[in-house]
């Protein structure tokens, strides 16, 4: 069976979810909506769907199914919740959305509606992310007890210019919380296992003079049996450097993965240039696989196009979890946990305290 699919924001990584929605089997792909009809009609003409600047105009008229939503931050929840409203299950970007407030709208609309809220964070499908959970998940390293995520990439100018919303927090929501880290930061809570019980934080820009939002922000977050993990993530350092998420167990052993090497992909502009790779591995007796996984890892990313492949596994996933009826690889719950962290972060900064959760929206956040 083929599911009626739509794109809401046919914008840069709007075209990895609409070559992803007209090649997979699971999709019959019907219609794409931005805010501009010029994008709308360019995406039309490409991808052979009917082009529309209104969402619930879409939603009806094209009968659809399940939508992607890749809009800007701020502006995630209003097309959800019209597409829930309409009966249509919701793959939306990361992060799910900007504001807690946000999140949990959207949670409620798909909760009222009946409909899957799935989100993207498309490096839990990279093969050595996946050979981390499954040691984790196999107890090879004892509990997962403590988690570095250290992010140092760069983003200049240009960038930021590219397009009118970013580096502003009413259009971006924040900085390189918001837009560059949520796919560490889901992989962090994903590895850990564990809800988390408490986060300090600060932020700061460091070295952007011509934006608004924070370039860099660091924290500690203590989960509730006890792990702890520490996050330093930045866009300041030029060139950008790697990307890390490493997991310390209980057992003393120890499993990480290098999600990005150099500065991350921009979708749109740059592809994935170098393959994701475990860069660390110390459970007992098989220290020397990490060759070998790197080799298979190597091979592997030469054989694919990395940039739109994830985005494809992860909307085929979210389609068959449909189909199916089981929950999605990521789901609306699980993104609302990284909204919540950035959340903490920023409030913990402005009331010079940790904070305890779990969170609940406020009206300043
Ligand atoms: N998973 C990833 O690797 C990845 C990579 C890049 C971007 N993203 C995420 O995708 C989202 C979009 O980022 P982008 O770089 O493609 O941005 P973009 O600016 O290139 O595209 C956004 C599009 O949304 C359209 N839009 C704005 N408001 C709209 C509305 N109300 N209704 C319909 N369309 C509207 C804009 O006209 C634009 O075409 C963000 O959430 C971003 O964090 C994810």
Not at 113 to 137: D, N, Y
Request: glycine share 6%.
């Amino acid at each position: 069976m083929r599911l009626r699919t739509a794109l809401v924001g046919c914008g840069k990584v709007g075209h990895l979810h609409a070559r992803a929605l007209a090649r997979l089997p699971e999709s019959q792909f019907v219609a794409a909506c931005d805010a501009s009809a010029e994008r709308a009609a360019d995406f039309a003409a490409r991808y052979g769907v009917a082009p529309f600047t209104d969402v619930r105009t879409m939603l009806r008229s094209a009968k659809v199914q399940a939508v992607c939503i890749a809009t800007p931050h701020p502006l995630h929840a209003a097309p959800a919740i019209a597409a829930a409203e309409a009966g249509a299950h919701v793959l939306v970007e990361k992060p799910l959305a900007a504001s807690l407030a946000d999140g949990d709208a959207m949670l409620a609309a798909a909760a009222r509606a009946g409909v899957m809220l799935a989100a993207v964070s498309q490096r839990r499908l990279f093969e050595p992310v996946r050979r981390v959970r499954a040691a984790i998940a196999a107890g090879q390293i004892g509990r997962p007890a403590l988690g570095v995520v250290a992010m140092f990439n760069w983003r200049d100018e240009a960038y930021y210019r590219s397009d009118p919303w970013r580096g502003k927090w009413a259009t971006e929501g924040g900085g390189v919380l918001v837009n560059q880290a949520p796919h560490q930061l889901d992989l962090l809570c994903w590895l850990m296992d564990d809800a988390i019980a408490e986060v300090s934080g600060y932020w700061a820009n460091l070295n952007h003079p011509t934006i608004e939002v924070e370039d860099t922000a660091v924290a500690l977050v203590r989960f509730r049996q006890g792990g702890l993990a520490s996050i330093t993530v930045s866009v300041s350092q030029k060139p950008g450097l790697f990307t890390k998420v490493h997991i310390h167990g209980t057992s003393g052993a120890s499993v990480g993965v290098e999600t990005d090497s150099g500065p991350s992909f921009i979708a749109g502009v740059s592809s994935v240039a170098a393959p994701p790779l475990n860069d660390l591995w110390t459970v007992p007796g098989e220290e020397h696989l990490l060759a070998q996984f790197q080799a298979e890892d190597r091979a592997h990313f030469a054989a694919i196009d990395a940039t739109a492949h994830y985005h494809e596994l992860q909307v085929r996933d979210f389609l068959q979890a449909i189909l199916e009826r089981r929950p999605p690889l990521v789901t609306g719950e699980e993104a609302r946990t990284v909204v919540a962290l950035i959340t903490a972060v920023y409030r913990s900064q402005r009331e010079r305290r940790p904070i305890p959760f779990p969170l609940a929206a406020d009206m300043t956040s």
